[in-house]
T-cell receptor, first 111, second 117 residues
Framework: DAKTTQPNSMESNEEEPVHLPCNHS???????IHWYRQLPSQGPEYVIH???SNVNNRMASLAIAEDRKSSTLILHRATLRDAAVYYC????????????FGKGTKLSVIP | GAVVSQHPSWVICKSGTSVKIECRSL??????MFWYRQFPKKSLMLMAT?????????EQGVEKDKFLINHASLTLSTLTVTSAHPEDSSFYIC?????????????FGPGTRLTVL
């Protein structure tokens, strides 16, 4: 499985933008880049996913490097409710539902 | 939107007893569901894939006779931890494929915390 590398932890001030990086240098041409987050004592929550182009939704934006070897999840204004572990996961799609979770990045939001 | 529920949210049991955890997809059908286990301060580890109407597929190292999975309907999968021991204490989470989005995204349940005394 193609692997991802994320910083163990990051901090952000409340109401500031947050850029969460993810390296995936061995990504294949058909791998989708998924982001999930897990709040304390809860199951993971889907955030966003993309293939090649940058993506926006109500929760976040996903910026994908041109060579696709890295991506950045952008939270435009961090709130205390965004404090969670964020997971960057590669998935080949095409009916392959299995997700392999790495260690993720623990985001702390400072009031 | 689509939701996955789990019951119970937490359970405490004595060593040697069996515990059943339910995972339900609300307002959508799921022919496939997944069961994960998460130990404190660790990441999620996939245990098995639950398939409606057929046998579950277990990941390497997961004992199928200990973790019984039954996917009896298109909205319900159950995980039974048989003869539970303290080392089985963990956070168990299920998921189901999102019926709306492409690229195989998933909805996750809120998790069930199992404590075996």
């Amino acid at each position: 499985d193609a692997k991802t590398t994320q910083p163990n932890s990051m901090e952000s001030n409340e109401e500031e933008p947050v850029h969460l990086p993810c390296n995936h240098s061995t990504i294949s041409g058909t791998d989708y880049i998924h982001w999930y987050r897990q709040l304390p004592s809860q199951g993971p929550e889907y955030v966003i996913h993309g293939l090649t182009s940058n993506v926006n939704n109500r929760m976040a934006s996903l910026a994908i490097a041109e060579d696709r070897k890295s991506s950045t999840l952008i939270l435009h204004r961090a709130t205390l409710r965004d404090a969670a572990v964020y997971y960057c996961i590669l998935n080949p799609g095409a009916g392959s539902y299995q997700l392999t979770f790495g260690k993720g990045t623990k985001l702390s939001v400072i009031p | 939107g689509a939701v996955v529920s789990q019951h119970p949210s937490w359970v405490i049991c004595k060593s040697g007893t069996s515990v059943k955890i339910e995972c339900r997809s609300l307002d959508f059908q799921a022919t496939t569901m997944f069961w994960y286990r998460q130990f404190p301060k660790k990441s999620l580890m996939l245990m098995a894939t639950s398939n409606e109407g057929s046998k579950a597929t277990y990941e390497q190292g997961v004992e199928k006779d200990k973790f019984l999975i039954n996917h009896a309907s298109l909205t319900l999968s159950t995980l039974t931890v048989t003869s539970a021991h303290p080392e089985d204490s963990s956070f168990y989470i299920c998921s189901a494929p999102n019926p709306g989005l492409a690229a195989d995204t998933q909805y996750f349940g809120p998790g069930t915390r199992l404590t075996v005394l």
